[in-house]
């Protein structure tokens, strides 16, 4: 099958904004409402199919494998949910291996997110968390709905049944005029949160990222120490608002389609504390970690030993699972200290623990976000020896790399530190309905649509070395 | 109407969508014929996306204002007429990008042709040796000059004029000037050796076409005659390279262009172009030797994945480009010998972004560049000398600070 063109796959892409959405929501609208799960699941296999079409067989095996086995978890069989969830982790975790070390040139599209998708669900089937059974095209369109297949949100089941336009009920015996008015509701309200995303992502993320690549090109062993932290802040910044804003876009489509809108970022840098902060960080794979693996160890609620075990296991499961090179398991590693200091030490003073808290947020984090970008040892050790001085003066450094990048990128800089505060974002969302801050939302849209379109299939966007 | 406007998000996105949908379609055989653009890769309203922004106006405002202008008197029709000719042909030379290749080629070759009929007739050079008497006052330089425009192709010359390739002290850049892309930015800012000795006349994404288009190499304004300020004390203004070129004279003058070219125009249009430049600083330089550095390669991974940025281009362009050296007061060096792999591509780790070399990469370019300098052939002794005197003298710092 001839790949036609991946970026249909990427949120932030004219050809997803303008061919693949809006084909896909007039099916799904216009067609009979009972249609509705079918149409989302053949759209999410189009999606797939776009994007990556030589993992299609792995992703369809994945999803009929869980929907037979689905059944016996249901009947509340022990065995079938061990194995099935046994089944689910090891296929996720060889493919991990596999890409880690080189094996396979890259993972199966979003198969870190439909697999822990399938995990919950087969849980919650098990524990009677899901009432009746749900149509077996239902649970495909779960599994594989598209606005969440690439990179989450992790979403409940119990989140996908609360739609009442995918099953139907909200407009089944509704006269046009008034459905109408139910679909562009969802569809503005939907596109809201879509173009707040997409400014995070096309004006800020983007163009940080183009900064970090420039500190690459220098050489971490050749940078400036001032360039190295503001490299720490630029990384950290691009991450979240590429991240945050993926997300945004992600819940939007979701809501456009009748979902509710699923929060995956609570302004993390207000915490107080790592803990808290990563309770607000990709909040939905951390409650998937504590409500599937911390929870059912027992939690905190067993005395000193086993919660420290239990953080153990949470926070190596987390760093495997965002991979399983060296980096990722010092990084994680790293955030089990902090948090273990956090609960049992600092706690002890509440003023002490305050103080500690938010630089641990506010510093400590961003250095471990470097940790996090760089898989390769020497690139490491070479960033953090600029970081920290001690033990040399580097190769080759310039020192006016600091005011040179800056002078170029202090614009992105400084609107990403402004968007860590929390009214900023707030204020938007908020306001949603008032009819200034959509129009705002209309120009902001053009304006980062016109931006990408620079980039979407233009072999030149690069010719400015 | 009021659903509309309960609705201005989705219907403005949507009846945005469509406005610039109908002005792509409409303008795509005209007005955005020169993007390239693939249906497969991109919605056709991109088109005016882009098109605006690289500062353009869509095409149906831009057909509208005709109209209006049209109906009104004939001249101001006219002067609308002529706008319309000189901008595409003003803007896209200014941009490296492939869109614009056409209209940025096409008055270079067509000068480029009048020129090297000059310089083959041989009266070309006569003449510039004859402004070079005026400027320079007739030393050796001029007599060369003159042997040449004799049209001699034979060896009587005086033997000790000729150049030599040979490893030269540090000291040999100060009177150097490099013209290059971001490649020699990089090299501007990482290379000890170089920095506030030699001058760059440098900057990301320049072309061989920008040489008298893009005004960024920083000068003292030109003060009137009479007028005796010293040079640091003066404003300072922005103007193109051969501008520049015109105010201050070097010995040596390195270029490294090309990278930014590959996606346009062919091995012999921009070979053209080259030599274009070429002739045009050997006017404006007659005592500076021209020194034509190849293309540095793209690594392996990058040649064989990128559409453009292929080794095979550039390995064809720089065989061109070495044509252009005359021996004399032209020569190539290809410094790719210092930094490729086995495959004959840039090495893998020496760069990060698989174009550029990483800052301590620098150096292998400034060591070969030393070693492949040259000098009169009655300068080759006291060059020695004085790279000895260096290679000493760095031998007796060294015992100071052993590593």
């Known amino acids: 099958m001839p790949q036609i063109n991946p970026n249909m796959t990427n949120f932030s892409d004219l050809s997803f904004i303008f061919r693949f959405l809006p084909i896909f929501l007039i099916a799904y609208y216009v067609l009979p409402s009972r249609l509705r799960p079918l149409i989302l699941f053949a759209g999410s296999l189009a999606f797939y199919a776009f994007g990556d079409p030589k993992s299609m067989g792995i992703f369809v095996v994945a999803v009929v494998v869980n929907l037979v086995l689905s059944y016996r978890c249901q009947a509340h069989s022990k065995p079938a949910l061990i194995f099935i969830v046994l089944a689910d982790v090891a296929l996720l975790l060889s493919f991990k291996f596999l890409s880690g070390y080189g094996k396979v040139p890259g993972l199966p599209l979003g198969i870190s997110f439909f697999t822990f998708k399938m995990v919950s669900y087969q849980a919650d089937l098990y524990k009677g968390k899901i009432a009746k059974c749900p149509g077996v095209v239902a649970v495909a369109a779960y599994f594989s709905m598209f606005p969440q297949l690439m990179s989450g949100p992790i979403m409940r089941y119990s989140d996908f049944e609360k739609n009442k336009i995918l099953s139907g009920i909200e407009d089944r015996f509704l006269i046009f005029k008034d459905r109408l008015q139910i679909y562009l509701n969802r569809l503005e309200e939907g596109l809201v949160f879509f173009t707040l995303g997409f400014a995070m992502k096309a004006l800020i993320a983007d163009y940080l990222a183009a900064m970090w690549n420039e500190i690459g090109t220098i050489g971490y062993e050749s940078i400036s120490t001032p360039l190295a932290w503001t490299g720490v802040i630029c990384y950290s910044l691009n991450l979240y608002f590429d991240f945050w804003g993926y997300s945004l876009m992600a819940a939007g489509v979701g809501v456009m389609l009748g979902f509710p809108f699923v929060k995956n970022f609570d302004h993390p840098y207000s915490s107080k504390t790592v803990g808290e902060f990563y309770r607000r960080w990709h909040m939905t794979l951390g409650s998937w970690f504590r409500d599937y693996v911390y929870f059912p160890m027992g939690g905190s609620r067993e005395g000193k030993g086993k919660t420290i075990r239990n953080l153990c296991i949470v926070w190596a499961l987390t760093g495997l699972w965002h991979g399983v090179t060296l980096n990722f398991i010092v990084w994680a590693g790293v955030l089990l200290f902090m948090i273990i200091m956090e609960k049992f030490v600092w706690s002890s003073n509440p003023k002490l623990l305050s103080i500690i808290g938010r630089i641990h947020v506010l510093v400590c984090i961003p250095v471990t976000w470097v940790i996090f970008a760089l898989p390769g040892r020497e690139d490491m050790f070479n960033y953090m020896g600029r970081l920290f001085p001690v033990a040399g003066a580097g190769i080759a450094v310039n020192p006016g790399d600091f005011g040179k990048l800056l002078s170029t990128y202090w614009g992105f800089l400084l609107a990403g530190l402004i968007l860590l505060l929390p009214g900023v974002y707030s204020y938007f969302a908020r306001h949603r309905k008032d009819w200034p801050v959509r129009v705002l939302m209309l120009i902001l849209f053009w304006i980062c649509a016109a931006i990408v379109s620079t980039k979407a299939g233009n072999p030149f966007m690069y010719v400015n070395f | 109407m009021k659903t509309f406007f309960q609705h201005i998000l ?20 005209s007005a955005y014929e020169e993007i390239e653009y693939d249906s497969l890769d991109a919605p056709i309203m991109s088109l005016t996306l882009r098109h605006v922004m690289e500062g353009g106006q869509p095409y149906l405002i831009e057909l509208l204002r005709k109209n209006i202008f049209g109906a009104g008197e004939e001249a101001t029709d006219i002067s609308e007429g002529e706008n319309e000719v000189i901008t595409p042909e003003n803007e896209p030379a200014g941009e490296p990008e492939n869109v614009e290749q056409p209209d940025a080629t096409q008055p270079n070759e067509e000068v480029s042709d ?143 262009l090309g990278l930014n070219e590959l996606g346009s125009g062919t091995a012999e249009s921009f070979t053209n172009s080259y030599g274009e430049v070429v002739n045009r600083i050997r006017e404006l330089q007659p005592d500076a030797i021209i020194i034509i550095q190849g293309i540095m390669h793209v690594t392996h991974s990058k040649s064989s994945n990128d559409r453009v940025f292929k080794n095979t281009t550039i390995n064809d362009r720089n065989a061109m480009l070495q044509t252009l050296a005359d021996g004399e007061h032209v020569f190539y060096v290809d410094m790719n010998e210092a930094t490729d792999d086995e495959n004959g591509a840039l090495g893998h780790d020496l760069s990060f972004d698989n174009v550029h070399l990483k800052a301590k990469s620098y150096s292998l370019w400034y060591d070969y560049l030393k070693n492949h300098a040259f000098v009169m052939e009655k300068d080759l002794e006291q060059t020695q000398q004085l790279l000895q005197q260096e290679i000493d003298s760095r031998a007796a710092e060294n015992p100071e600070n052993p590593e």
């Open chain 2, 114 to 256: 009048g020129n090297s009929d000059e310089v083959s007739s041989g009266d070309a050079f006569g003449e510039v040796s004859d402004g070079n008497a005026e400027v320079s006052g007739g030393d050796s330089a001029e007599n060369f000059e003159e042997a040449v425009s004799d049209g001699v192709a034979a060896e009587p010359e005086p033997e000790n004029d000729n150049y030599v390739m040979t490893a030269v002290p540090d000291t040999y850049f100060d009177d150097a000037l490099f013209i290059g892309d971001s490649r020699t930015v990089g090299l501007s800012e990482y290379c000890e050796e170089l920095k506030g000795h030699a001058t760059f006349y440098a900057k990301v994404s320049l072309t061989i076409y920008g040489f008298n288009k893009k005004e960024f190499v920083v000068v003292p304004i030109r003060t009137e005659e009479g007028v005796e300020v010293p040079e640091d004390q003066l404003p300072k203004e922005k103007v193109t390279i051969e501008e520049a070129l015109t105010r201050k004279q070097f010995a040596k003058i390195y270029i490294m």
């Open chain 2, 10 to 29: 989705s219907m403005g996105i949507l009846v945005v969508a469509l406005l610039l949908t109908v002005d792509s379609a409409l303008g795509q055989k």
